[in-house]
């Protein structure tokens, strides 16, 4: 196929108003033809920045070169040796500050598409059964991973293949953490993908024991006492839902993001014939500008809702990917843009009715570098809504850190961890979320192959 | 999967559950709840723990079939599985973690209503065990679903009251307290509550005019009980408390109870549709 050297080979995708009332995935993916056609861009730099720009250093000219000529196992190879979890990287990752951001082709055109030859590596690998190497030599010590998320799972994959016995605890019923509780089908296929991907982490020696919450079930010290662990690593994730603190916060129809995706995802309660209800939303306001307010509105989408999301700073400082931002309007979210909520509206059966908002402006450059939006006096107006989801992020659970003496939390209850993920207890490593406060799949995943290397030297004196 | 090691309908309506759950058998206590979910297509549902035995690495749960997952639930037997049962979850009772010697001080009076008689149970003999013989007050609709009698007698003083009077005293456990303490020269200082939200609204009600200070165990609408979701939200003292994770266990004064009812019924119409589904 013919390719301009300027731009990515386009990708195809579901149409905007099919999808809209699915929850296929929405990105079809590259096929062979077209992965290897973008991968003739790749300039193959001596000094390759793209994997600078990866939190767990793929070497993507590597399995960029192998999938030029054809060899795909060989790509699968190369990049399973950084990422325990490419089709999911693939997939999730904010490519367009990482190793997209970085790729010397994106000066004077587009960048390599280097997400989506990823993805379509590692969906072949699946297809044709092909799996990560395993562990030569057994080290003969044990090593507990709390938490069954992007972080944890990397951590563990990567001490298995180093040989080490690892156990995954996980507090819900099904393996995955925010892979499945988090993010959607149409973003992210459970079984297809995500369900595959931790098979591979169990083949490698994986252990993961489901419906254990660590701090209630067993606590770190009974893992490194009597259960006769030699390293624990804390990939226990996010926490609590944040609310805004507005007036009727507490009516009927007010979720958290977590709420309605975990019903949504985890539970399946977008099938019919789900055991676990949703609530079926005739128009909702989504706060919030991140990854996990736009999986919300489109969710709420697809139930069947009219989406405005409503996020007080302006279009330039959406956290969200951008490609999610991108199918979320070409699906028809609207988005309320430099608009602050300031109370919810309830009728008189305590029913959400609407959401009062202020109009906001850009101010000075706050602490975190984003200009601050401040209020528009007498700019106040009403958004009729039956539903508000707040995705304002989250803060750490201390189900851990209240049950884990001696383990040092700063001043937001974040787990502290240097920069390998030691903490303050001997033997307990930490990372993810659970340390950073809510950040990405592919930061978590880095924080855990940190780690595992450090627990490996650790355990190697 | 968890086995059934023993399965007893208690009243028409309403079975206990002997669970082979080692993990949670060994930390547990008074107070705290469990997530069961039945099978691999199940709801998540929180129970409050009834009965536990370290040793024999037991819990127990009581279920009244109010819903279509618990009708779900009531089918399986003994020596089936359970997909999943998960926790300890929640604050244990403060019965239970405070000084002992200052909880032998007060005086004690639990109150139960209907299915809450199974979670009181836990507490009463927790406390019979370390030296508290405390008044129990479980009121029940009729004689026939008054449930545990013969456990609860064993380890507190057992007054049962019913609303029609077939059985015990008559009358609602409301006049049941006001009775013991205004003509039968009770007092008590402590009260722990726990029943249908309408009854522990009324019940409160009537103990903070008594002056008794009273804990009660709310039962909001869950998913993930650790913290994560946020859907057990409950305003306490003006505050918004998560019952999973800051109770379940709260002073009954605080408790905006208009909200929490009102919260219950969320799902209302999908629940119906859904008990109608599991009868069949």
């Not at chain 2, 008689?117 to 009463?124: G, N, R």
């Not at chain 2, 064993?154 to 015990?168: Q, W």
């Not at chain 2, 007092?187 to 200070?213: N, Q, R, T, W």
């Not at chain 2, 969320?266 to 119906?272: S, T």
Request: hydrophobic residues 40%; glycine residues 10%.
């Amino acid at each position: 196929m013919e390719v301009d050297m300027m731009k990515k080979v386009p990708v195809r995708e579901q149409a905007p108003e099919v999808r809209a009332k699915n929850f296929e995935e929405v990105c079809i993916g590259y096929n062979k033809e077209e992965a290897m056609a973008e991968a003739t861009r790749c300039l193959n730099c001596k000094n390759p920045m793209c994997v600078q720009g990866c939190p767990v250093s793929i070497n993507i000219p590597g399995f960029v070169q192998e999938l030029k000529e054809g060899n795909i196992e060989g790509a699968y190879q190369v990049i399973s040796l950084s990422s325990a979890l490419p089709a999911v990287c693939g997939r999730v990752c904010p490519q367009e500050r990482q190793c997209e951001g970085k790729c010397i082709r994106g000066i004077k055109g587009e960048a390599l598409s280097i997400g989506k030859m990823e993805r379509f590596v590692a969906d072949w690998a699946r297809e044709n059964n092909v799996k990560p190497t395993l562990a030569t030599e057994k080290k003969g010590k044990k090593v507990a991973v709390i938490g069954s998320g992007p972080s944890g799972l990397t951590c563990a994959g990567d001490l298995a293949k180093a040989g080490y016995d690892v156990t995954i605890y996980e507090a819900l019923h099904k393996a995955g953490g925010v892979l499945v509780y988090g993010i959607p089908e149409f973003r992210l296929p459970k079984e297809k993908v995500v369900e595959k991907e931790i098979e591979n982490i169990k083949g490698l020696g994986v252990d993961i024991e489901t419906d254990v919450i660590v701090g209630k079930s067993i606590t770190i010290d009974e893992l490194l006492g009597e259960e006769g662990f030699d390293a624990v690593y804390i990939g226990s994730g996010a926490g609590l839902p944040r609310f805004m603190g507005i007036p009727g916060e507490n009516a009927n129809g007010v979720f958290s993001a977590n709420e309605y995706l975990t019903r949504s995802n985890l539970m399946k309660a977008y099938q019919d014939d789900s055991k676990t209800p949703i609530m079926k939303s005739k128009k909702v306001a989504v706060v919030g500008g991140g990854n996990v307010a736009m999986d919300a509105a489109r969710t709420a989408l697809r139930l069947g809702a009219e989406v405005h999301i409503v996020y007080r700073r302006g279009e330039s400082e959406l956290p969200a990917r951008a490609e999610e931002v991108h199918h979320a309007k070409e699906e028809g979210i609207q988005f309320d843009l430099l608009t602050n909520p300031i109370e919810i509206l309830e009728d008189d059966k305590g029913w959400v009715s609407g959401i009062k908002c202020i109009r906001m402006e850009l101010g000075e450059p706050d602490a975190s570098g984003r200009r601050k939006p401040v209020e528009v006096a007498g700019s106040e107006f009403t958004i009729d809504v039956d539903t508000v989801i707040m995705a304002l992020g989250t803060s750490p659970n201390p189900l851990i850190s209240s049950t884990t003496k001696g383990l040092d939390t700063d001043k937001k209850k974040c787990i502290v961890a240097d920069e390998v993920g030691k903490t303050s207890r001997d033997s307990v490593y930490a990372g993810g979320d659970a340390v950073t406060g809510a950040a990405t799949v592919i930061l978590a995943m880095g924080a855990g192959k940190t780690a595992a290397k450090a627990i490996d030297e650790f355990l190697s004196k | 999967m968890f086995k059934i090691l023993e399965k007893e309908w208690l009243n028409v309506n309403t079975f206990k559950m002997v669970l082979d759950a080692p993990m949670i058998s060994r930390s547990c206590l008074p107070g705290q709840f469990v997530i069961v979910r039945t099978d691999e297509e199940g709801e998540r549902i929180p129970l409050t723990i009834c009965d536990y035995d370290r040793e024999k690495k037991t819990v127990t749960i009581v279920v009244q079939t109010i819903g279509g997952s618990t009708v779900e639930m009531s089918k399986k037997e003994k020596g089936e599985f359970l997909a999943d049962v998960v926790g300890p979850l929640g604050r244990p009772t403060d019965l239970c973690t405070d000084d002992i010697e200052e909880v032998k001080k007060k005086k004690i009076v639990f109150v139960a209503g209907g299915l809450g008689t199974a979670p009181v149970y836990c507490q009463v003999k927790w406390l019979h065990e370390h030296g508290v013989t405390a008044d129990v007050i479980v009121g029940a609709k009729t004689k026939d679903i008054v449930i545990l009698e013969e456990e609860m007698k064993a380890v507190g003083n057992l007054y049962i009251t019913t609303d029609d009077g077939s059985y015990g005293r008559t009358g609602m456990v409301t006049t049941c307290l006001e009775d013991l303490v205004k003509k039968e020269g009770k007092e008590y200082d402590h009260c722990v509550c726990i029943g249908p939200m309408i009854m522990m609204k009324f019940l409160s009600k009537l103990s903070a005019e008594l002056g008794i200070h009273t804990i009660v165990s709310m039962n909001p609408i869950m998913v993930d009980g650790t913290g994560m979701c946020g859907a057990c939200r409950i305003s306490v003292g003006g505050e918004t408390k998560f019952a999973c994770v800051d109770g379940p266990e709260f002073d009954a004064e605080l408790v905006d109870w208009d909200e929490a009812m009102r919260r219950l019924g969320l799902y209302k119409p999908a629940e119906a549709a859904a008990l109608e589904a599991a009868k069949k």
